[in-house]
Every structure is written in structure tokens, then in C-alpha cells.
């Protein structure tokens, strides 16, 4: 009886620091959910209920005394239902996904997505520089520019920037959905070509930068490139960030690619794979909001100073929506290393 009680004294003492603080985590959670726990407690809860399962079987097996088993079996119980019976609701896991996962994501693709920036601006830039109207018509696609060509007279892309006549669709909000169609299959191309080792990306990238500028090159040949961005920004600026990320998360299957790193290329892909989704995932309502602007804001609102106080919120929204949560999660680390 003695060894018995020394025995179940030594297996208490060398793991009741594990079980209380699993136990303060599960009371935690059954007061103000798993939203009252920080990141590193989230990540240390499974191990934590994994112990306590294992330390339950080792006290039923040399059956040590019911008091304890009777204290992990609750333990594990309850810590069984933190972690599998609580299925988070729809509404919250949307708000954490837009709150913390999309943004923590793009900030972990950043060099690819920079990189698709400084490509698409290569583009612009090049477009830009061709002010010859035989490279606008071998450049230009006719569904692109909708009889905006040298041959126009000024008049008449005038007209385009600020009546919106230029559109043919018969309602605004059809012309949105087709929009949100055409960009996101462009941000969805960025995206999936990276499997070809990225090379395709760029290339897209690099041709809508392209377009864009070519277009801006020829208002800007007219005088009109105040109006032309004014026309462009609202929406773009939502627009191109959203093809740049999708860019951006395919030139990061393409590294996965050609850098596997130890553990093969098939790993390495599928890794890349499920964090670049959700960069795409994310991208997908940017589009949409990009669809609703041009589609219907932008044929509403004539006015270049409006159309350019939007552009500069959005700009400011969009730096600030990825760049301060970052100096958030900063903060909360902070906090947390503090409190320990």
C-alpha cells in the first residue's frame, strides 16, 4: 500500500503542472470561449489534451487511486470539447479569416507579391514608352479598346472618361458581374500558372501592366492623363493589388517548386499550395468590391476630384488594412511575451 501511494505521489508530481495548465485553459474557454485564449495558447491546447489522454491511460493501467483518475477523466472530458465539440459559427470564422488569416498571409507572401508589382509596373512603364500607333494596334486587343485608338479624335476619349458611353451592356449591374468575371480570371491565371515554374505569371503580369499602360499612353498623348487615372484609380488600385496577390501566391508555388527543401517537392507544393489559397481566397472579394466600382460607381461619378478622393481612400484603406495588423500582431506578441 505504501509503494502504491509513492508511486501514484511520484506520477502526480512529475506531470500536475501539464494538468493545471490545461485545466486553467479549459476554464478559460468555459467562460469566454476560444477567442479569450491567445495564439500560443491555441497551439500549446492540443499537446496539452494529448498529455492528459496519455496520463489517464498510464493511471488506469497500474490503477492508481480513483481521486486522480476521476480528476483527468473530467480533465479530459471537458478539454475533449474545447477542442472537438466547439465548431466555431460561420459569422466568426469569416470575421477571423478577413481580421487576421488574410492579412498574416499576404504579409507571408510579400516578396512574391512585391516582385508581381514591380513586373506589372515594368509593364506599365513599357506601355508608356510606346507612342507609336502601329505598336497601340499590335499591343491593343479590340474587345480592350473599344474603338479608343490613335485614329480618335480627342473629343472623343474624352467622352469615354466622363460619360461611360463607352459601355454597352444593358444594366450597370450586369456590367459589374462581367467584371468581376474578366479580373478574376486574370488574378486566377496569375495564380494557377505558377505550376510552370511561374514563367507564364510573369508574362500575364507583365502584359497587363502592359495594356494598362499602352492605354494610359495614348490619353496621356491627348492631355487627358489627369482624367485617364482619375477614370482608372477608383478601381484599380483595388483591381491590379488583387492580381499582383494572386500573382504573388503563384510565383510562391513556383519557388516551391524549384526549391522543395528537405522534405521533397510534393510537400513543399502541397504546403504552398493550402497558405497561397488563401491569398486567392481573399483576393476573390477584392475583385468583387473592384467589379462594383467600375461597374457601377465609376459610371455614376463624373467629378475627377471625387473619383481621385476614393482612389486615395482606397489606397489608404488597403496599407492600412495589411500593414496595420501586422503592427497589431506586433503588439499582442509583446504583450504575451510580457506576461510570461
Not at 500500500?1 to 506531470?15: G, K, N
Request: with cysteine; glycine share 8%.
Amino acid at each position: 500500500m505504501e509503494e502504491m501511494r509513492l508511486r501514484s505521489s511520484d506520477f502526480r508530481r512529475e506531470r500536475e503542472g501539464q494538468w493545471r495548465k490545461l485545466n486553467s485553459l479549459v476554464n478559460r474557454v468555459d467562460r469566454g470561449g476560444l477567442e479569450s485564449l491567445t495564439t500560443r495558447e491555441l497551439h500549446s491546447l492540443p499537446s496539452l489534451y494529448r498529455a492528459a489522454v496519455s496520463s489517464l491511460s498510464v493511471a488506469r493501467a497500474i490503477s492508481l487511486d480513483r481521486n486522480m483518475l476521476e480528476f483527468l477523466e473530467s480533465l479530459v472530458s471537458r478539454a475533449y470539447f474545447c477542442i472537438y465539440g466547439v465548431k466555431p459559427r460561420t459569422r466568426a470564422v469569416v470575421l477571423s479569416f478577413f481580421t487576421r488569416t488574410f492579412p498574416a498571409a499576404v504579409r507571408h507572401h510579400a516578396p512574391g507579391v512585391l516582385f508581381a508589382m514591380a513586373v506589372m509596373v515594368a509593364g506599365l512603364a513599357t506601355g508608356l514608352a510606346s507612342t507609336d500607333p502601329g505598336t497601340y494596334y499590335a499591343i491593343m486587343p479590340d474587345h480592350i479598346a473599344q474603338d479608343r485608338t490613335p485614329m480618335s479624335t480627342t473629343e472623343e476619349l474624352r467622352e469615354v472618361l466622363c460619360s461611360g458611353e463607352d459601355e454597352r451592356d444593358s444594366t450597370l449591374a450586369y456590367f459589374a458581374t462581367s467584371l468581376f468575371t474578366h479580373n478574376a480570371s486574370c488574378g486566377f491565371y496569375s495564380f494557377a500558372l505558377g505550376f510552370a515554374l511561374g514563367l507564364p505569371s510573369v508574362i500575364l503580369l507583365f502584359y497587363n501592366g502592359l495594356l494598362l499602360g499602352t492605354l494610359a499612353g495614348l490619353y496621356h498623348s491627348r492631355g487627358l492623363g489627369l482624367e485617364f487615372w482619375a477614370w482608372v484609380l477608383p478601381h484599380g488600385i483595388t483591381e491590379l493589388l488583387a492580381i499582383c496577390l494572386c500573382g504573388g501566391a503563384g510565383l510562391r508555388l513556383a519557388y516551391a517548386i524549384i526549391h522543395p527543401g528537405r522534405f521533397g517537392r510534393l510537400h513543399a507544393l502541397a504546403q504552398a499550395g493550402r497558405e497561397a489559397s488563401l491569398v486567392v481566397l481573399g483576393a476573390v472579394l477584392m475583385f468583387f468590391i473592384a467589379g462594383l466600382i467600375e461597374g457601377i460607381f465609376r459610371q455614376l461619378v463624373h467629378d475627377p476630384a471625387v473619383r481621385y478622393t476614393v482612389a486615395v481612400v482606397t489606397l489608404a484603406f488597403w496599407a492600412t488594412y495589411f500593414a496595420g495588423r501586422h503592427r497589431r500582431g506586433k503588439r499582442e506578441a509583446t504583450r504575451e511575451e510580457g506576461a510570461r
